[in-house]
């Protein structure tokens, strides 16, 4: 099956730095939108970017401060995070639409998650 696996959360200092990373395994033939999702403490599930082939879109509350990209030849998308601010805090989620090996359609799919933790 599919699997998302994110890393690069950790706890960061307000102004500071972060880079995650999604890598996309398994038995894959293409994969069309990739994205980060955060949910914060007392928050409801929100989109922070997506990318697609051609395309970015960032959440208003990140725009100019956090990045997008991907590597297909890795099927990995990243999230460079500047700037930080303590309501950043949050777990962090991407998400990819994957068409495998074994089907004609595209499928969501989501990571586990990596907390991202800013201190004032």
């Known amino acids: 099956q599919v699997q998302l696996v994110e890393s690069g959360g950790g706890l960061v200092q307000a102004g500071g730095s972060l880079r995650l990373s999604c890598a996309a395994s398994?038995?894959?033939?293409?994969?069309?939108?990739m994205g980060w999702y955060r949910q914060g403490p007392g928050k409801q599930r929100e989109l922070v970017a997506t990318?697609?082939?051609?395309?970015?879109n960032y959440a208003d509350s990140v725009k100019g401060r956090f990045t997008i990209s991907r590597d297909n030849a890795k099927n990995t998308v990243y999230l460079q995070m500047n700037s930080l601010k303590p309501e950043d805090t949050a777990a962090y989620y991407c998400?990819?639409?994957?068409?495998?090996?074994?089907?004609?359609?595209?499928?969501?799919?989501w990571g586990q998650g990596t907390q991202v933790t800013v201190s004032s």
């Open positions: 398994g038995i894959i033939f293409s994969i069309n939108n």
């Open positions: 990318i697609t082939s051609g395309n970015t």
């Open positions: 998400n990819a639409d994957v068409r495998s090996r074994f089907s004609t359609n595209f499928y969501t799919y």
